[in-house]
């Protein structure tokens, strides 16, 4: 098992940043991709950015230039740096982990129960 702790989420103004961070821990030697995902009310989740095999990320086109994904594998962290957010990424932020590459679909086996980001106008 592989539990995830996400923290670091909050308000912010347009425009603004905030770093998301996601504390791995437990059986987590055979990870090979990680990623954030997000779900805004009414909407479904959707994947943000993923890391595979700790070097090739992916981002959805939404966030591309602005996030950043990044992992520190001895310290079993995944980042999230966001930079000029926007009213619309104002959703709840999920960490998620899986042994297989499920690239952006949000089928991963393990999750964080998330943390919220609001971006106000």
């Known amino acids: 098992q592989v539990q995830l702790a996400e923290f670091g989420g909050g308000s912010v103004q347009s425009g603004g940043s905030l770093r998301l961070s996601c504390a791995a821990s437990?059986?987590?030697?055979?990870?090979?991709?990680m990623g954030w995902f997000r779900q805004a009310p009414g909407k479904e989740r959707e994947g943000v950015a993923v890391?595979?095999?700790?070097?090739?990320?992916r981002y959805t086109d939404s966030v591309k230039g602005r996030f950043t994904i990044s992992q520190d594998t001895a310290e079993n962290m995944l980042y999230l740096h966001m930079n000029s957010l926007k009213p619309e990424d104002t959703a709840m932020y999920y960490c998620?982990?899986?042994?297989?590459?499920?690239?952006?679909?949000?089928?991963?086996?393990?999750w964080g129960q998330g943390t919220q980001v609001t971006v106000s106008s």
């Open positions: 998620a982990a899986d042994t297989r590459n499920w690239m952006l679909l949000d089928i991963y086996t393990y």
């Open positions: 437990g059986y987590t030697y055979n990870i090979y991709c």
């Open positions: 890391i595979e095999n700790y070097s090739m990320t």
